[in-house]
């Protein structure tokens, strides 16, 4: 089993910035992938950004350029620094752990973090 703990959410204007943070507990697999999905009112839940136990990347092209995700594995820790933010990045953020290879291993989600952008 394994807990994440999401924090960092809040309300900033467009074109600020926010640091959120997943702190993951529990029987964590040395290989694992981590990441961010968000999800809007109305729309789907929709990948973010992840980052696997080796350190390599990958963005939705929506936050190419504004985002940047990182992990310290020693932590358990996966961020997501999210810069130029715009409105339309409003949304609940999840953080979320495939724990395990691909194709067996197993998912894990937070509660969610509330991300507003105002105009």
């Known amino acids: 089993q394994v807990q994440l703990v999401e924090s960092g959410g809040g309300l900033v204007q467009a074109g600020g910035s926010l640091r959120l943070s997943c702190a993951a507990s529990?029987?964590?697999?040395?290989?694992?992938?981590m990441g961010w999905y968000r999800q809007a009112p109305g729309k789907q839940r929709e990948l973010v950004a992840s980052?696997?136990?080796?350190?390599?990347?990958n963005y939705a092209d929506s936050v190419k350029g504004r985002f940047t995700i990182s992990r310290v594995n020693a932590k358990n820790t996966v961020y997501l620094q999210m810069s130029s933010l715009k409105p339309e990045d409003t949304a609940v953020y999840y953080c979320?752990?495939?724990?395990?290879?691909?194709?067996?291993?197993?998912?894990?989600w937070g509660k969610g973090t509330l991300v507003t952008v105002s105009s």
């Open positions: 979320h752990m495939l724990n395990g290879p691909y194709r067996s291993g197993m998912d894990y």
């Open positions: 529990g029987s964590i697999f040395s290989i694992n992938t």
């Open positions: 980052i696997d136990n080796g350190g390599f990347p």
